[in-house]
């Protein structure tokens, strides 16, 4: 069994933005009780100390809030004290937006998540003045809210990790953030060649305290040219080790070699396959989840995907054989 731990990485990174805008993602677990953030941003502790953490709100037993672009720290308070009074994901961004900090809320975002009961709920709010590309994505357990987005493709990855990662609800978070590590997701970080500059992943269990969290780490400052949701997953793995690709365990001994990727034109797969006699299936999912691509009756241990007919992008694919996966991942298209 897993055991609460918190700690943060930093190092030197000699890149430094002052805006303050981010991805991220919050969510609630109605089996365990867990409520949980995570979220990554091209501001990182030059800007303001803890970079992207100091939008994560979370309430153990309760929910989450985030707030995020131009961030505003009587915004957050508000929020905090809705929640503590017991307001809906809804009433919240409702009294956020009527009574903004600044008389200005069509340039902030929010997502919020909670429990009620056995019931999950969730609301956002993206303002039309935040910076493009801008959007949110909505559940019935989990918020995803970004904005300074390369595209869509970005939330919509997110979604797709979330929902197809196997594990718990610390698990699925950080495979959502992986989902988004993509150069330029964040699309000031596109010079430095990462997705952001900070990142953290916090879930809470129903009887921590809000200042003892199950999970809570933070990765607030990166080296020139590392991500920092790639150090994030080398704490979690520290932590206690996530599957991040949605795909069973038992795949883990299968080697497999995918090139190039990214990709322009096809896709070559590699694979150390059990059983060489069997039909070898390969399918391809889009960032939306749905089924773009499945090869023909194949006996073979390479296959190949032209990718030319297909827009750019992220993918997921899996490599099945008797209904069992063997391997999987992402594919970027460019």
């Keep these: 069994m897993k055991k609460i731990f918190s700690f943060s990485f930093a190092v030197i990174f000699s890149f430094s933005v002052h805006a303050q805008d981010t991805f991220s993602i919050c969510a609630v677990d109605t089996l365990t ?6 979220g990554a941003s091209c501001l990182d502790d030059d800007d303001i100390e803890g970079g992207v953490l100091i939008i994560s709100d979370v309430h ?9 672009s131009y961030w505003r720290p009587a915004n957050q308070t508000y929020a905090q004290q809705l929640m503590t009074d017991g307001l809906s994901p809804q009433q919240i961004i409702d009294s956020l937006v009527a009574n903004d900090d600044q008389n200005n809320p069509s340039i902030r975002q929010y997502g919020v998540v909670d429990l009620s009961g056995d019931t999950a709920r969730s609301a956002a709010f993206t303002g039309e003045n935040c910076f493009d590309y801008k959007n949110h994505i909505l559940g019935p357990n989990y918020a995803i809210q970004g904005n300074i987005l390369l595209g869509q493709e970005i939330l919509d990855s997110m979604e797709y990790r979330f929902l197809h990662t196997e ?3 610390a698990c699925k978070l950080m495979a959502a953030l992986q989902g988004a590590k993509v150069i330029g997701a964040d699309t000031r970080c596109a010079p ?10 916090r879930v809470a269990q129903p009887g921590d305290s809000a200042d003892s969290l199950y999970l809570d780490l933070l990765v607030p400052k990166v080296l020139e040219g590392v991500d920092p949701i790639d150090s994030l997953q080398t704490l979690v793995d520290q932590w206690g080790g996530c599957t991040t690709t949605g795909i069973p ?4 001994k299968t080697c497999l070699r995918v090139y190039p990727n990214p990709a322009a034109g096809q896709v070559h797969f590699e694979l150390d396959a059990v059983q060489l006699n069997v039909r070898t299936v390969l399918v391809v999912f889009d960032a939306r989840g749905q089924l773009v691509y499945q090869n ?3 006996k073979s241990t390479t296959l190949s995907w032209e990718t030319s007919s297909f827009p750019r992008g992220i993918y997921f694919y899996r490599m099945q054989q008797e209904g069992n ?3 999987g991942g992402k594919i970027i298209l460019e």
């Design 60 to 68: 153990p037993g309760v929910g989450v809030v985030h707030t995020q």
């Design 296 to 298: 023909s009756d194949v």
């Design 249 to 252: 365990e038992a795949a883990d």
């Design 33 to 38: 009780g867990e409520v949980g953030s995570a």
């Design 167 to 169: 594990g718990e609800l």
């Design 192 to 201: 430095a060649g990462v997705s952001s500059l900070s990142a953290f992943v």
């Design 325 to 327: 996966t063997l391997a």
